[in-house]
């Protein structure tokens, strides 16, 4: 028996941490005879198709699924059933796992994964789809909170280029969470690879179909995201299917800028501009990323040498972070703000772009600072500083309850402007706790805001509490 490494998907509200193997071991390819793969479509037709396997997530309620004959489509003699727990179930917080074979499977010819499902109540998949084996994964594409109703229909998961699939043992996975914090029980039946004439207009897309540009320096390394092939179903809908890097041939414009591998992993590496691009089967994806790079980056001030029993810190390289939600509060629909940050010889530096305002939150739990004295605060402005340009800062205490908004809250805002605001270069600011005057404590930090205007761009490092 095997444990294994699968993924995270923050997207869908589901950990995949592993593998438990619950139906069958695992075949070494090293113990494997030199055979001709099968082209068998089936994988689920009233039973198990030959050679396949069940493997659990970890995490899951791995007595969550079972061959079901009693509820079949169209009166077959048995289907698939998933018995999703309630959130505080103690057995699992999800069902699913990944069905697989040891000798992969040639599906070359066939163009589409299809499935009929049913709920017992109106309910949202997390993600159902193909390609996770317990090894390489390589080729993984799938629906993202597919929503099933309670009378049998018909889905169809397109292969983003079936000619990869020549030896896939990968041939059905699904993970789902409770609906509302409940339970609930869904049937699939009829599982198999087809050929289906009603397929048009496959777009590929890379960065969720967007032309974006990335400001970038030598070292730094970024993947591309937002990976989706979109084909028109014969009833008129688009079929978004998420798609793994391996089915892409990535390019670049310019590699004596930047470069990217067979994985989408972009890589700077001299100064100037690069488009990176995608294509699936030589079809051009929608979308590029363009990477400016200004050469090599210039690091933040030597890092902090203050004791650690002295700081607490947000956001640095120097010292362990305390629990951060997240670094971009994005607060619909007046923020504008993105976040491309990178990673630079080592040194994570936050780059906020398209900059009106953003607020990092630290609120569960919540800092108590009354024995410290300053903020510190690294900002760098990559591009001009321009007449009447201005950088705030607030900090904000959520008082007695420690929770955002419970109306105790206390803040207060600097305003910085010229001369302290210079361009391309690293400003250190050390802000005594004093001269936040609103703050009328330090017990329940939880946010710092930040707000700004005629400063599109800039990055954030070496963000902390300390005592002078």
């Not at 996975?173 to 609906?179: K, T």
């Not at 980056?297 to 640095?316: D, E, K, Y």
């Not at 591009?383 to 205490?397: M, S």
Request: contains cysteine.
């Amino acid at each position: 028996m095997k444990t294994h490494l699968i993924f995270k998907s923050k997207k869908t509200g589901f950990v995949l941490l592993g593998l438990l193997l619950i139906l069958g071991c695992q075949n070494d390819d090293s113990d494997l005879q030199d055979v001709k793969a099968s082209k068998d479509p089936n994988v689920f037709i009233d039973t198990f198709s030959g050679g396949l396997n069940f493997a659990a997530f970890s995490g899951t309620d791995i007595f969550a699924f079972q061959v079901d004959n009693e509820v079949t489509y169209n009166n077959t003699n048995a289907s698939m059933r998933f018995d999703v727990p309630n959130a505080n179930d103690p057995a699992g917080a999800y069902a699913g796992g990944a069905f697989f074979t040891g000798v992969g499977r040639d599906l070359s010819s066939y163009n589409a994964l299809t499935f009929w499902a049913k709920s017992s109540v109106a309910a949202t998949v997390g993600v159902i789809g193909f390609g996770i084996d317990l090894g390489a994964n390589k080729y993984p594409a799938s629906l993202n909170n597919l929503k099933l109703s309670t009378v049998w229909k018909k889905y169809i998961i397109p292969i983003p280029d079936a000619s990869k699939l020549k030896t896939e043992k990968g041939l059905f996975y699904i993970s789902a969470g409770p609906e509302n914090g409940n339970g609930f029980s869904f049937w699939v039946d009829e599982v198999k690879f087809e050929t289906l004439g009603t397929l048009a207009y496959a777009q590929p897309a890379i960065n969720n179909g967007l032309n974006t540009t990335v400001t970038s320096f030598n070292g730094v390394s970024l993947n591309v995201a937002g990976l989706t092939t979109t084909y028109n179903l014969l009833n008129g809908t688009n079929q978004i299917v998420t798609t793994s890097p391996n089915y892409f041939s990535f390019a670049s414009s310019n590699v004596a800028v930047a470069t990217v591998d067979a994985q989408g992993l972009v890589s700077t590496v001299g100064a100037g501009t690069a488009i990176i691009t995608g294509s699936i089967g030589g079809v051009l994806a929608k979308g590029n990323i363009t990477i400016q790079s200004l050469g090599n980056f210039t690091a933040a001030p030597a890092q902090p040498v203050r004791p650690a029993a002295n700081v607490i810190s947000i956001f640095s390289n120097a010292y362990a972070n305390a629990p951060v939600q997240f670094y971009n509060g994005y607060w619909e629909p007046y923020q504008t703000t993105k976040s491309a940050d990178f990673i630079s010889n080592g040194d994570a530096v936050l780059n906020y772009t398209n900059f009106n305002f953003v607020g990092i939150q630290f609120g569960q739990p919540t800092v108590n600072a009354t024995t410290l004295t300053h903020l510190h605060f690294d900002l760098y402005i990559p591009g001009t500083v321009a007449p009447g340009a201005n950088f705030k800062i607030r900090v904000v205490d959520f008082g007695a309850n420690g929770a955002d908004g419970g109306g105790d809250d206390s803040s207060h805002t600097l305003t910085y402007t010229s001369p302290i605001l210079v361009s391309q270069n690293w400003i250190s600011l050390n802000i005594p706790f004093t001269s936040f005057s609103g703050l009328t404590s330090r017990a329940r930090l939880g946010q710092i805001i930040l707000e700004g205007s005629n400063i599109p761009n800039f990055y954030a490092d070496n963000i902390y509490f300390y005592k002078n």
